[in-house]
């Protein structure tokens, strides 16, 4: 396969040009005041569009924000985020009102080189997620004449069959940004030949959104480690009782199944901490994994398990972790998380942390962020890699 990257565009001299940039600026914002939680993914795409400025391109960036259903909707606006972006480019980006219209046609005209302009998020158009591919077509044709080159350095969304992602670089002379080619040199290392024993931890709320990828790392993983709320289904499938605690009644059985088959390399919690309620100063108490009380809920892994955990990882050369361990967003159930981070540091393994929301828990924990080897700006989209799933994002940058 052959992707090429910014340095061939930049090779080519963009000085001048309008280059439009995918970018994934999907960042949390704060429920009641609307401010930006986490500015992680907007620094990752920094050194993208850092190099292009230099170069005197015209940056003209697009991202999506949340889920809008197609149509305008303030509090999915980019506008916080522009805000946030010019801070920390150090100059003001210019803020386009809508994605394809007369202030975005307005906006890109009125740059001078070395200008940044952020459209309005795509997904206020039907097309940019249409399963239609005449709409989305329709929608990139739009996107696509803002731009006389296109660099997609979105990697949390080149799961996606979006026209931003898929489209566009069907219509543009397409690169990958730095991000997306450091996020596939890495993760392609692990779906490699990975330095072993290897060793996956697993967290977050469902075991069918981890099925698909549980299933494809089995056989290649030597140890997998799993809590976060999905642990509870797997408990069940033990035999155990869970009390209020999350349950896919309906995948207990598959899980069943997985411990079956998976050679004892599972290690799920022996000790759970179990809440009267999920709220943060709900009565709280440790117990052991077979004996939830029936009127409580887990809320985090134990610190038996942390300890567990934690020799598991103490022996690996390479980690992959996605999915908090816990609520961790709650200072009583936020150990496992911390706990777990916290062993993977320490180890001299290759460590890999992927998703949205565990990068987020690092961060919000205070960790060291340069004690991981990696830590992904894509949640959905680095499970998929590992999978062997054909990106399409990536796919459309392969030719
Ligand atoms: C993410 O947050 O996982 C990415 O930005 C993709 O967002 P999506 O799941 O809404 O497509
Ligand atoms: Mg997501």
Not at 210 to 239: H, N, S, W, Y
Not at 352 to 377: K, N, P, Y
Request: charged share 20%; glycine share 12%; with cysteine.
């Amino acid at each position: 396969m052959t992707i090429r990257n910014l340095d061939d565009l930049l090779a080519e001299g963009v000085s001048g040009r309008r280059v439009l940039v995918r970018a994934d600026l999907n960042v949390p914002l704060d429920k009641q005041t609307g401010d930006i939680t986490d500015d992680g993914r907007i620094r990752a795409v920094l050194p993208t569009l850092s190099a292009l400025v230099q170069a005197g391109a015209k940056v003209v960036v697009c991202s999506h924000l949340g889920r809008p259903k197609g149509t305008p909707d303030p509090q999915f606006s980019l506008r916080p985020v522009a805000g946030r972006l010019g801070e920390l480019l150090g100059a003001p980006v210019h803020f386009a009102e809508d994605t394809v219209g007369d202030s975005a046609q307005s906006t890109v005209a009125g740059l001078a080189d070395g200008q940044v302009a952020l459209l309005e998020n795509l997904r206020f158009n039907k097309g940019e997620t249409s399963k239609d591919e005449a709409e989305r077509g329709a929608f990139a044709d739009q996107l696509a004449a803002l731009g006389d080159a296109y660099v997609d350095d979105a990697f949390g969304a080149v799961h996606r069959k979006h026209a931003s992602v898929h489209d566009v670089p069907v219509r543009l002379p397409h690169v990958a940004g730095r991000l997306v080619l450091r996020e596939v040199e890495v993760l392609s290392k692990l779906t490699g030949t990975p330095e072993r024993p290897y060793v996956v931890v697993l967290g977050g709320s469902k075991v069918s959104d981890k099925l698909a990828v549980i299933e494809a790392l089995l056989p290649t993983v030597d140890r997998l480690l799993i809590g976060g709320g999905m642990c509870f289904t797997f408990l069940k499938a033990q035999g155990h009782e869970v009390g209020t605690s999350l349950l896919e009644e309906e995948m207990v059985e598959t899980c069943r199944n997985l411990l079956e088959r998976s050679a004892g390399k599972i290690m799920l919690p022996v000790d759970v901490v179990a809440a009267d309620a999920f709220a943060p100063d709900a009565a709280h108490d440790t117990v052991p994994a077979d004996g939830i009380p029936s009127h409580r809920l887990g809320l985090d892994i134990g610190p038996e398990t942390v300890a567990g955990f934690a020799a598991a990882l103490s022996q690996a050369k390479t980690i992959f972790w996605n999915g908090p361990m816990g609520v961790f967003e709650m200072a009583a159930f936020a150990n496992g998380t911390r706990g777990v981070a916290e062993a993977i540091t320490k180890t001299d393994a290759f460590s890999v942390v992927g998703g949205g929301d565990s990068a987020a828990a690092v961060r919000a924990l205070g960790l060291d962020e340069s004690s991981f080897g990696h830590i992904s700006t894509g949640g959905g989209a680095s499970l998929e890699y590992l999978e062997g799933k054909t990106l399409p994002g990536i796919a459309a940058l392969e030719n």
